[in-house]
C-alpha cells in the first residue's frame, strides 16, 4: 500500500467504533439521569429502607433485617389491603377491557356522533380525581344521590355504597371505569384503525358474520393491543390510592382500603418510613408479578 | 360459469359520479379485462359485482340471478385483492378453508378441495405456514387459491399483479392466463397496465372518466382504437398525435395536410369529416424512414431487440418510430420519414374515431 493512512486498517476503524460510541453516549446522558435520579435510585432507598428501622421522628435506628415484612404478615389491615387491591385490580381489569373494547368497536366509524361520543368518554378522563370523587359522592348519596333514586326505580330502596362493608370496594370501581375508561377505549381504536378494510371485505366475500368476523378477524388482529391495556390497566389499578381515600376513606372498617392508602398512612402518618417501605416492596412484587403473568398468558395463547 | 351482466350501473359517491350508466354483457367463460387510468373507476365497478359497494343505480345480474341486492357471499364470486387480504393470524389452510366452513362445508370436502387447489397452484408445502412467512408471489398464489376453492362462478381481480416485482408479474400473467384455460371460468381483470390487460384478456373494456370508452378483443382496441383516448392508452410506445392543419380529397379520400406540409393519403372517406380541428394518429411502427417528411433524432431509446427514435419534425411536434436494434444513428441526425397512410387514424375535434 502506498498511503498506509489513506487505508483503514482494522485498529483504526476500531478506535473510530469507539469514539463514535463515546458520542453517542451524550445523546442518551439527559435520559439516563432522568432515570438514574428519578426511578433507579429512589427504587434502591426504598429496598434499603425496608430493611431498616427508620422513624421519620426517631431518625434511623439500624439495619433489622426483615422485620418489618414480618410486622406486615402481622398487622391487623395490611393483609386485608392487599386482599382488597387484588379484589379491586380483579373487578376493574376485566370491565377496563371488556367495556373498552365495547366502545372502541362501537364508535370505530366516521360519523359525527361517534366522533363526540368518543370526545364525551374520554372528556372524564381529564378530570383530576378530587372533581372525580365530589361527583361520585353526589351520585352515592343515600336517598338523595342519582344512585339511590335510580335503584329506588326498581324497588331497591336504601341503597348506601359508601357505607356497606360489600359495596364501597364494587362503587370505587365504578368510580374508577368512569373516570379514565378513555385511555383503553383510545388504544382499542388506534388498533382497530390498524387492520385493513380489505380483511373485512375478503371475510365478506367468505360469507362470515358478524360474529364470525369479530371473532375470527378483529380479535385476533387486535391481541397484542388487548395484552398491553390489560398489563397497563393491572399496573395502574394496583395503585390505587385517591378514590379510595377521598370517597370512603378505606371503610367502612377497612373493606376498601387499599395497599397504596396503608403505605400513606405508615409512612406518612404514622411516620414509620421502613415499614412503609416494606409494605411498597410488597405491593412492586405484586404488581411485577401480576403484570408478568398476565404477558405470560397472552404470549401463551399466541403460539 | 355463468355470464355477468351490467345494466345501466351509475354510482355517485357524494357529487363525485365515478360510473355513468354502464352497460356491459360478459359472456360465461371469458377473460375480461377492465382498463383505465388511476380513477376511471374500473375498480369501483368491480367492488360493485363484488357487493363491497351499493351502485346508486343499475342492476347486476350473473348467470339468471340478480346479485346487486345480494350481500357479498351470496353472490357466488371470489375476489383477489390488490393487496391479497389474506388473513395474517390464519395460517395458509386456514386461510383457504375460511369462506368453507362459513357455509357449513363438511372438513374432508374442505380437505379435498384445498389439496386440489394447492396441488394446481403449487403450495402444498406452504399450507402450514402464515401470510407474514411468504412471499409476495407466494401469497398471490394463496390469494388465488382461496378464491378457488370456493368455486365461484365468476373471479374478480382487482389489480392484483402491483404489487409484484417485474419479472414475477409477467410469469404469474401466463400462469393466470393458463389458470383461466383450464377453468374456463368467467373472470374479470381490473388493471391501468396495457401490457396484462393486451396478453390475458379475451375482451377489453377500456375505461375513462366512469364511463366505457371501447369493449374489444385486444387487436380490436389495438388495431382499431374508437377514439382518440382509447388510441393514446393502448400500445406501447404511445401512438403519435399530429394536428391535422387542412384536409383535401383525392379520390373521395381524405388527404391529411400536416402543418409541416407534409400530406398523408388516409382511406377515410372525406364525405364523412366533421367540421373543426382535426388529429391525425399514428403508430411508431407505422412509421418508416423513406421519401417524406423531414426531421431531425432527438432522443434514441435503445430496448434492445428495437430501437424507438423521437424525432422531431421541421413544425416542431415529435414522433416516435421504430428501427431494428442495431440501427446506427446519432443525436441531432436528420432523417426522412414516410407515413403508412393505411394505418392512419383520423380523431374528430370530438375525440371520435372518424372511419369510412
Redesign the interface.
Known amino acids: 500500500m502506498a498511503d498506509p493512512k489513506g487505508a483503514p486498517s482494522r485498529g483504526s476503524t476500531g478506535a473510530a467504533i469507539g469514539e463514535k460510541h463515546a458520542a453517542n453516549l451524550l445523546f442518551v446522558l439527559p435520559y439516563l439521569l432522568v432515570l438514574l435520579v428519578l426511578l433507579l435510585i429512589p427504587l434502591g432507598l426504598g429496598i434499603w429502607l425496608s430493611f431498616q428501622d427508620y422513624d421519620m421522628l426517631g431518625g434511623w435506628n439500624g439495619g433489622v433485617g426483615l422485620d418489618n415484612f414480618r410486622n406486615l404478615l402481622d398487622d391487623s389491615i395490611f393483609p386485608g389491603a392487599v386482599r382488597n387491591t387484588v379484589v379491586f385490580v380483579l373487578i376493574t381489569t376485566p370491565a377496563f377491557v371488556g367495556l373498552g373494547l365495547f366502545l372502541a368497536l362501537a364508535l370505530n366509524d366516521s360519523l359525527r356522533r361517534s366522533a363526540v361520543l368518543r370526545t364525551v368518554f374520554f372528556g372524564s378522563s381529564v378530570l383530576s380525581v378530587t372533581i372525580v370523587t365530589l361527583i361520585w359522592r353526589l351520585v352515592y348519596l343515600p336517598d338523595r344521590g342519582l344512585a339511590a333514586d335510580i335503584l329506588g326505580l326498581v324497588g331497591l330502596h336504601g341503597f348506601d355504597p359508601v357505607t356497606s362493608e360489600t359495596w364501597a370496594l364494587p362503587a370505587i370501581a365504578v368510580v374508577t371505569v368512569w373516570w379514565i375508561i378513555g385511555l383503553p377505549m383510545t388504544l382499542f381504536l388506534a388498533a382497530l384503525q390498524q387492520i385493513p378494510a380489505e380483511l373485512y371485505e375478503a371475510a365478506a366475500l367468505d360469507h362470515a358474520s358478524r360474529l364470525t368476523t369479530l371473532r375470527n378477524i378483529t380479535l385476533p388482529s387486535i391481541r397484542r393491543t388487548i395484552a398491553v391495556v390489560a398489563v397497563i390497566e393491572i399496573v395502574l389499578q394496583f395503585q390505587l390510592f385517591g378514590q379510595a381515600l377521598l370517597i370512603t376513606g378505606g371503610g367502612p372498617n377497612n373493606h376498601s382500603r387499599p395497599i397504596v392508602q396503608f403505605i400513606y398512612e405508615a409512612g406518612f402518618r404514622d411516620l414509620q418510613l421502613g415499614f412503609a417501605a416494606a409494605a411498597s416492596q410488597v405491593l412492586f412484587a405484586l404488581m411485577l408479578l401480576a403484570a408478568l403473568g398476565q404477558m405470560w398468558l397472552s404470549r401463551r395463547g399466541e403460539n | 360459469m355463468a355470464n355477468l351482466s351490467l345494466r345501466q350501473v351509475s354510482k355517485r359517491f357524494g357529487h363525485v359520479e365515478v360510473l355513468r350508466d354502464l352497460s356491459l354483457e360478459i359472456p360465461a367463460g371469458e377473460f375480461a379485462v377492465f382498463l383505465g387510468p388511476s380513477g376511471c373507476g374500473k375498480s369501483t365497478l368491480l367492488r360493485i359485482v363484488?357487493?363491497?359497494e351499493a351502485p346508486t343505480s343499475g342492476e347486476v345480474h350473473l348467470g339468471a340471478e340478480r346479485i346487486d341486492t345480494m350481500?357479498?357471499?351470496?353472490r357466488g364470486?371470489?375476489?383477489v385483492?390488490?393487496?391479497y387480504?389474506?388473513?395474517?393470524?390464519?395460517t395458509v389452510r386456514q386461510n383457504m378453508a375460511?369462506?368453507l366452513q362459513?357455509?357449513g362445508t363438511p372438513p374432508e370436502e374442505i380437505t379435498r378441495k384445498i389439496s386440489e387447489a394447492a396441488a394446481m397452484l403449487e403450495i402444498a408445502h406452504l399450507l402450514d405456514r402464515k401470510p407474514g412467512q411468504l412471499s409476495g408471489g407466494q401469497r398471490q398464489r394463496v390469494a388465488i387459491g382461496?378464491a378457488i376453492v370456493k368455486q365461484p362462478k365468476a373471479f374478480l381481480f382487482d389489480e392484483p399483479l402491483s404489487n409484484l416485482d417485474a419479472a414475477l408479474r409477467s410469469r404469474t400473467r401466463i400462469e393466470l392466463a393458463r389458470l383461466h384455460q383450464r377453468m374456463q371460468t368467467t373472470m374479470v381483470f381490473v388493471t391501468h397496465d396495457q401490457v396484462e390487460a393486451m396478453t390475458m384478456a379475451t375482451r377489453i373494456v377500456v375505461m375513462n372518466q366512469g364511463r366505457i370508452e371501447q369493449v374489444g378483443t385486444p387487436m380490436e382496441v389495438y388495431q382499431q382504437p374508437d377514439t382518440r383516448f382509447v388510441a393514446g392508452f393502448v400500445g406501447t410506445p404511445a401512438m403519435n398525435f399530429l394536428p391535422v392543419a387542412r384536409v383535401e380529397e383525392r379520390a373521395g379520400r381524405a388527404v391529411a395536410c400536416l402543418p409541416d406540409g407534409t400530406e398523408i393519403a388516409t382511406t377515410v372517406p372525406v364525405g364523412h369529416l366533421p367540421s373543426g380541428d382535426l388529429t391525425l394518429g399514428i403508430r411508431a411502427e407505422h412509421i418508416v424512414p423513406g421519401d417524406g417528411a423531414e426531421a431531425r433524432v432527438v432522443v434514441i431509446e435503445r430496448l434492445g431487440e428495437r430501437t424507438l427514435i423521437y424525432a422531431d419534425l421541421r413544425d416542431g411536434s415529435t414522433v416516435v418510430y421504430d428501427e431494428p436494434g442495431d440501427v446506427r444513428l446519432d443525436i441531432g441526425q436528420p432523417v426522412r420519414l414516410a407515413f403508412d397512410g393505411a394505418a392512419v387514424h383520423l380523431f374528430g375535434p370530438d375525440g371520435m374515431t372518424l372511419r369510412g
Open positions: 363484488a357487493g363491497l350481500s357479498p357471499g351470496d364470486v371470489a375476489m385483492f390488490q393487496h387480504a389474506l388473513y395474517p393470524h390464519m375460511f369462506g362459513n357455509i382461496r
